[in-house]
């Protein structure tokens, strides 16, 4: 009797390993589509969050103020408001808006005091991903007249290399109806 060996050839071995390796490869490039997608996405998501943020908090200021008072060539804001609940009933709030810088990565911070007060609070950074420091980078200048302003804010890209502007045109409520 002849006894018959079972099992696969060289060449049928060759085959499923070329086969095998096509959809690993297939599989990985997948995968790297795929996190490259989630890096962008969650870059931009928080790049809509910080504007969310910023211009929620800026643009209330910005229209209830009664006095604005933003340097062209300085990276900060000063607004005074209505009474705070901090504040005596007939002394205005006073805010700055500032960027500063904590190791390497720009921010928008803010810092509150009374009008009677002499020091401004402890500044609270609200915000990061600002593309510098410079005037440039957050900037408010009344366009017009009329207490229209134009806000202009960069935010860094890939890593600071470049930056995005985005540009707000905000009216001061106050102004527009003396």
């Known amino acids: 009797m002849r006894c ?10 060759m085959v499923a390993m070329t086969i095998g390796t096509v959809i690993v490869l ?17 870059e931009l998501s928080r790049k809509q969050e910080a504007l969310i943020f910023i211009t929620g908090a800026l643009v209330q200021d910005v229209r209830s103020a009664t ?3 933003a340097e062209p060539n300085n990276a900060a804001m000063k607004f005074s408001l209505h009474p705070g609940d901090d504040c005596n009933k007939d002394e205005l709030l006073e805010r700055i808006y500032f960027l500063s810088e904590t190791n ?9 005091k009374c009008e009677s007060e002499s020091e401004w609070g402890q500044s609270e950074p609200l915000v990061e991903g600002f593309y510098d420091d410079s005037a440039a980078s957050f900037l408010l200048k009344e366009e017009g ?6 806000l202009v804010i960069r935010l860094a890209k890939n890593e600071g290399e470049i930056y995005e502007e985005i540009v707000l045109r905000i009216q001061n409520r106050v102004e527009a109806f003396l």
């Not at 297939?26 to 969650?42: E, K, P, S």
């Not at 007249?145 to 134009?150: E, H, I, R």
Request: glycine content about 16%.
């Open 104 to 112: 390497g990565r720009f921010s928008l911070s803010v810092s509150n």
């Open 26 to 42: 297939g599989a990985g490039q997948l995968f790297l589509t795929t996190f490259q997608t989630f890096r962008i996405v969650d």
């Open 4 to 13: 018959s060996e079972s099992g696969f050839t060289l060449v049928e071995l």
């Open 67 to 69: 006095h604005i008072d």
């Open 145 to 150: 007249g009329g207490g229209l302003y134009k």
